[in-house]
């Protein structure tokens, strides 16, 4: 089991920026697919954004293409989403997610590729 740890979140005014970081203790990350989920209070899930295992490749919602940005240090094990430019529409709890089906190319964008999540960061965009 991977346990996965979301921080960085907090409350932000409209046009602000965040970085959010996850990481994980006693297990390294560095062969997994990663991605970054959010949930808006009486919403689904839903993606924001992925990168494979090497970083070398990312997807992301159109929602927050242009303004976020996924990346990953493999040798800190840890995984952040810089977030800019942010909308109050922005304001939700945001998961780390891990696929741990090692060296994955291509990272999954649906929640059922995923395997380990962590607890959520609260992101609260308001003025």
């Known amino acids: 089991q991977v346990r996965l740890v979301e921080s960085g979140g907090g409350l932000v005014q409209p046009g602000g920026s965040l970085r959010l970081s996850c990481t994980a203790s006693?297990?390294?990350?560095?062969?997994?697919?990663m991605a970054w989920f959010r949930q808006a209070p009486g919403k689904e899930r839903e993606f924001a954004a992925a990168i494979n295992w090497s970083g070398g490749s990312t997807f992301y919602a159109d929602s927050v293409k242009g303004r976020f940005t996924i990346s990953r240090d493999n040798t800190k094990n840890t995984v952040y989403l810089q977030m800019n430019s942010l909308k109050p529409e922005d304001a939700a709890v945001y998961y780390c997610a891990a696929d741990r089906r090692a060296f994955r190319v291509v990272a999954p964008v649906v929640e059922r590729e995923y395997d380990y999540w962590g607890q959520g960061t609260q992101v609260t965009v308001s003025s």
């Open positions: 006693r297990r390294s990350l560095s062969t997994y697919a």
